[in-house]
T-cell receptor, first 108, second 112 residues
């Protein structure tokens, strides 16, 4: 079974804190995506990774292919970062497999 | 957003009625997907398409059918809606083999 595990499921942080969300998968992948979903909102793609590290502003995503693990980091967190963050992987086929998401709340 | 629009955005329908959701893209991308999102389950694949008239089933395809007669449109049909199909439905596209995935804004469907 192509499982995608995220942790933690829920996360509350104070504004300004450094946040890490983790994603583990079971077999080799073609690509891993980090997605963001605000309450009642659509889904936005933050990153697509197949190796290494990417950075957009305060967001950093890393992937370790050998360990089958990815992390999403948020530096200097802000209340507007409050959202559900979803990890999605694609194996060699056309389908994506999704984690159940991490619900982040950043308190002012 | 890669020019994806879903319609309708909200719908309430009665059990047993047919419902069609539309996903439209403006950039001729090959791969299109329909997902449903339910609490505790995350996003689950219903059907996907890898070209005109080329579709395949996902993990929760029972009770759903799809059609793709044009590159830009991917239709999801609930032949006879049931309350278990109350969900938020997302369309997504993939722009290439190792490229981004983009999602529509979602359709909230309630079957009463």
């Amino acid at each position: 079974k192509n499982e995608v595990e995220q942790s933690p499921q829920n996360l509350t942080a104070q504004e300004g804190e450094f946040i890490t969300i983790n994603c583990s998968y079971s077999v080799g992948i073609s690509a891993l995506h980090w997605l963001q979903q605000h309450p009642g909102g659509g889904i936005v793609s933050l990153f697509m990774l197949s190796s290494g590290k990417k950075k957009h502003g305060r967001l950093i995503a890393t992937i370790n292919i050998q360990e089958k693990h990815s992390s999403l980091h948020i530096t200097a967190s802000h209340p507007r970062d409050s959202a559900v963050y979803i990890c999605a992987v694609r194996y060699t086929g056309n389908q994506f497999y999704f984690g159940t998401g991490t619900s982040l709340t950043v308190i002012p | 957003d890669a020019g994806i629009t879903q319609s309708p955005r909200h719908k309430v329908t009665e059990t047993g009625t047919p419902v069609t959701l539309r996903c439209h893209q403006t950039e001729n991308h090959r791969y299109m997907y329909w997902y449903r999102q339910d609490p505790g389950h995350g996003l689950r694949l219903i059907h996907y398409s890898y070209g005109v008239k080329d579709t395949d089933k996902g993990e929760v395809s029972d009770g759903y059918s799809v059609s793709r007669s044009k590159t830009e449109d991917f239709l999801l049909t609930l032949e006879s809606a049931t309350s278990s199909q109350t969900s938020v439905y997302f369309c997504a596209i993939r722009t290439g083999e190792v490229t981004e995935a983009f999602f529509g804004q979602g359709t909230r469907l309630t079957v009463v």
